[in-house]
């Protein structure tokens, strides 16, 4: 599936894409990608029936942040790193700071919580206040130990001139990032680690979707099939709004 221009179409067009991404998604890692003892399950946004995410959940027992599961399995990073085109740790985040910004995440099922998948959606760059609603839930979760994959579609806009991740990533490192300017879309997988480490693969329009690295411990990680179950997601919109994104690609 070629990443499409989604502003060529309404925000609920892209909504309807959305929600259905989620599904094939979480439907994709529970029946083969993940290993066992380990679960996605659609997020629901607070007081609201809207999915707006997937949340990966671990039957094993609970456990400090950082620390590795002795019955996780997947890929090892220093056997099989990810493979994106930037691989870049943040700085070093003090006890008091991860404190203040650290979420206690936890369903009631009072299974942990070790990774989320958070797909962007228009309403999230539709002003700093709601730009800034959701770097402060990703970074929170993120110094909260718990894993992170954004899939950002949406091209950078007045509240996120440098893309979602930018933003992010502003209040990780010293140091900004600066999307190629061909290529402005973004996937980005944040391992939280003692020291953040974020997997960044650049996007342009037309461009097939590569899979992800999704982790579940600081060092394992499991590959996140975006490339088919998009296709899937894709194949559910209307024809008459394929046809007006389609016509841009060809």
């Not at 979480?26 to 946004?45: D, M, R």
């Not at 329009?205 to 975006?226: H, K, S």
């Amino acid at each position: 599936m070629p990443v499409q221009d989604w502003t060529r179409v309404g925000a609920g067009i892209f909504h309807h894409f959305h929600c259905a991404w989620i599904q094939t998604l979480g439907q994709a890692l529970n029946s083969s990608v993940l290993p066992k003892g380990f679960y996605a399950l659609t997020e629901q946004v607070a007081g609201e029936s809207i999915p707006d995410g997937l949340v990966l959940e671990s039957t094993a027992p609970d456990q400090p942040a950082g620390s590795v599961s002795r019955h996780a399995t997947g890929l090892a990073v220093d056997q099989f790193p990810p493979r994106t085109a930037l691989v870049v740790e943040g700085d070093e985040i003090d006890e008091y700071s991860r404190l203040q910004r650290a979420l206690s995440i936890r369903h009631a099922s009072d299974d942990r919580i070790v990774a989320w998948v958070e797909i962007v959606s228009r309403g999230n760059k539709q002003s700093r206040t709601s730009l800034a609603r959701f770097v402060d839930k990703a970074v929170g979760t993120i110094l909260s130990g718990i894993h992170l994959l954004v899939i950002d579609l949406i091209p950078p806009g007045r509240s996120d001139p440098r893309g979602i991740h930018g933003a992010i990533w502003d209040q990780l490192h010293a140091v900004p990032y600066e999307p190629p300017s061909a290529k402005p879309l973004t996937l980005v997988a944040y391992a939280a680690r003692t020291v953040p480490v974020a997997y960044v693969e650049p996007l342009a329009l037309g461009q097939i979707l590569p899979d992800m690295p999704l982790f579940l411990t600081p060092q394992l990680y499991v590959n996140a099939p975006l490339e088919t179950t998009g296709q899937q997601a894709y194949a559910m919109v209307p024809e008459r709004w394929r046809l007006v994104l389609d016509s841009a690609n060809s």
